[in-house]
Nanobody, 129 residues
Framework: QLQLVETGGGLVQPGGSLRLSCAAS????????MGWFRQYPGNYREGVSG????????YYADSVKGRFTISRDNAKNEVYLQMNSLKPEDTAVYFC??????????????????????WGQGTQVTVSS
């Protein structure tokens, strides 16, 4: 059974850092594009970052560029999101998701939640003083 489990969320002060991890089981992560999304109250879910199956290509939402870094370790079957310089507006539930297709196709980045097939249960990130 394919499963994704996110860990690493928590409460952090503005300007602080957190590292989210996403562990996969039941499938081999190296064949999948992986994405991180976040969901705000009201169920609006936005794409934060994505990484190709090989790790050669990435994308970041404008709101997190220069602050967040996505990476993956296919040998460990894990994907990570390093979040630095956190802001109160980064507060959300963060999800990792897997996609069988490429990260980029016809010059378009797969950043829409509907383009991802499998999801974790989410981890809460709260940025507050």
């Amino acid at each position: 059974q394919l499963q994704l489990v996110e860990t690493g969320g928590g409460l952090v002060q503005p300007g602080g850092s957190l590292r989210l991890s996403c562990a996969a089981s039941g499938f081999t992560l190296e064949y999948y594009t992986m994405g991180w999304f976040r969901q705000y109250p009201g169920n609006y879910r936005e794409g934060v970052s994505g990484i190709s199956s090989s790790g050669d290509s990435t994308y970041y939402a404008d709101s997190v560029k220069g602050r967040f870094t996505i990476s993956r370790d296919n040998a460990k079957n894990e994907v990570y999101l390093q979040m630095n310089s956190l802001k109160p507006e980064d507060t959300a539930v963060y999800f990792c998701a897997a996609r069988e297709g490429p990260l980029y196709y016809s010059g378009i980045v797969a950043a829409d939640p509907g383009e991802y097939d499998d999801w974790g249960q989410g981890t809460q990130v709260t940025v507050s003083s």
